[in-house]
């Protein structure tokens, strides 16, 4: 199989909503009027981002759903995307259950594969996706004002816990570990909880490299500080598996790969902040709130400072 | 040095043409009124498409220009792209130097870094590039028709010398290696030419896995044949190296990593085509004509048909 029946077989689909898609040198695309495009790419790397041993299907499923998440935290909506592969060997037992987990989560988002590349090498993922927001209406990590109430959708550290079994540092039942594993493989990007936050949420981003590291960005942004309810944090793990405390508050806070949507609104807004989780579907959480003294405080039930340091995620670190 | 670090010190600069450049989750891109956006995304793997030896201004130059090479084949102006970057290690030795070849080109395009990816793994460079182009104007690879000319940018061939010296095929003098390695390590994408052909051009494409493979697409698109004129093909070549001519017609046609422009334009715009060449400051080379019959005749200078095949690149074949 060559590079461009490779193409055909596995990645060329007609292009319905956009003017140009796969198989000339460049796709068109054309936002409404009035609209601006948002732009991600997010790689993904063998052994770094995923494990060799990985389910193709899943692994399709995830390398759209981080850049769907991106779109998510500036509340666009999804429009079309771009897949460049570096793949070891045209393998079709491969290849398709790849092609099949990444169309279906694509075609839920009606998000489509306009243009990309292949090449032969390491196995590497690389997409980048389009999104379309109103102009001046995309949520940024900059607008975060003291007073500000902080929230998180769905839940945290779960994807943690599948990764550190699949370490061998602990051992969970079969059922627990599914439900864990589905949260690390198969995160679902908040797409339709963005958009609703639009006009609402005054900061978002995506969590993805630990909550406390993510909101760190924000409060660099919006230059603000930040108190956080450890307590409320806690509950946000969703895998009832025996933990101790230290362990479990960790991988919430820093727990990586999550993809959740962590967003600020004003104290004042807290029942249209409800009623937009509620038309998306998606449960979030309020955890703390944002302060004008720059840095992050961590308390307990009790009201207590927490001291302890956590290390976000950092490829470099 | 951490990611962020790393993002910070290499390759965040203002934004100053889009609405958001490095630094949040998304960067903003608004095409203007009546413009499509063309987009393309090309991907750079060590020992593949580069050696490990090769200069990083040079790899930070080429990982662009084969990038802009695309926006060039469809008449589009570059406005941004993103970089998604994988490496063994933050090393400043290589990331100062290809961040610096990357920006040169990108400043004299006036194509801005918007966002992107860094991670740890083999080397990897996938580069998305954004353009404009005024709605329904685009190049495209469909439009030849038969009795058109049949037009090669620039020069063909001399990227492959300088590859087949670097694997000890042959040895050619210093000055001529030196250009060739320039052809192959610093392409000139043909940006002006692109959008000097605009409505001139009748079907466009980038030559780079070879122009007899790359002018096959051009045919299946547009439904066509053509003949080459063998001849005018073989002065393609720059450098003036001794070599019998059956390479160095394999070379010219079948070489690869020449990134010049392959168009088709109506035999009576022959002037036209002259005068784009001329305010683009490319030097355009009819090398043939558009047939109805499918396929593809090579003939020589005293009108033989040569029956030799060529094969084009192909990361899988």
């Given amino acids: ?63 759209l759903a981080v850049n769907l998440s991106d779109l998510a935290a500036c509340g666009a909506q999804p429009l079309a995307f771009t897949l460049a592969l570096s793949l070891p060997q ?24 306009v243009g990309g590349d292949t090449t032969r090498g ?12 109103p102009a001046g209406q995309a949520l940024l990590r900059s607008g975060a004002r003291a007073g500000d109430d902080l929230y998180v959708s769905g839940s945290l550290g779960d994807a943690r816990l599948a990764l550190e079994v699949s370490r061998g540092a602990l051992s969970v039942p079969a059922d627990a570990l599914e439900r864990a594993r589905a949260r690390l493989d198969l ?3 908040r797409v339709a909880l963005g958009q609703a936050l639009r006009g609402l949420a005054t900061a978002c981003i995506d969590v993805s490299d630990g909550l406390l590291g993510d909101l760190r960005h924000v409060l660099r942004a919006s230059a603000v500080g930040a108190a956080i309810d450890a307590g409320a944090c806690l509950a946000l793990m969703d895998c009832a598996v025996q933990l101790d ?11 990586g790969d999550d993809y959740e949507l962590l967003f600020t609104a004003a104290a004042d ?31 307990d039930a009790t ?7 956590f290390a976000s995620f950092d490829h470099f670190a």
Same sequence: chains 1, 2.
Avoid: Y
């Fill in 303 to 309: 009201g207590h400072r927490i001291a302890r340091q």
């Fill in 90 to 113: 045209a393998d079709e037992a491969w290849l398709a259950p790849f092609a099949r987990g990444l169309f279906a989560l694509a075609e839920a988002h009606e998000c489509e594969l």
């Fill in 1 to 63: 199989m060559g590079e461009f029946d490779l193409i055909e077989r596995f990645f060329k689909r007609p292009a319905r909503r956009n003017a140009l898609g796969v198989g000339d040198d460049c796709a068109l695309l054309a936002p409404a009027a009035g609209m601006q495009l948002a732009v991600s790419s997010d790689m993904l790397v063998e052994g770094r981002h995923f494990l060799p041993a990985v389910d193709p299907a899943r692994l399709g499923h995830k390398a």
């Fill in 269 to 299: 807004r807290r029942q249209q902040v409800e009623a937009a989780a509620r038309a998306a579907g998606t449960r979030v959480t309020r955890i703390g709130r944002i302060e004008a003294a720059p840095g992050l405080r961590l308390f």
């Fill in 122 to 133: 390491p196995l590497n993922i690389c997409i980048t996706v389009f999104g379309e927001v």
């Fill in 245 to 255: 405390p230290d362990t479990r508050l960790e991988w919430v806070l820093a727990g």
């Fill in 187 to 189: 995160p679902t990007p």
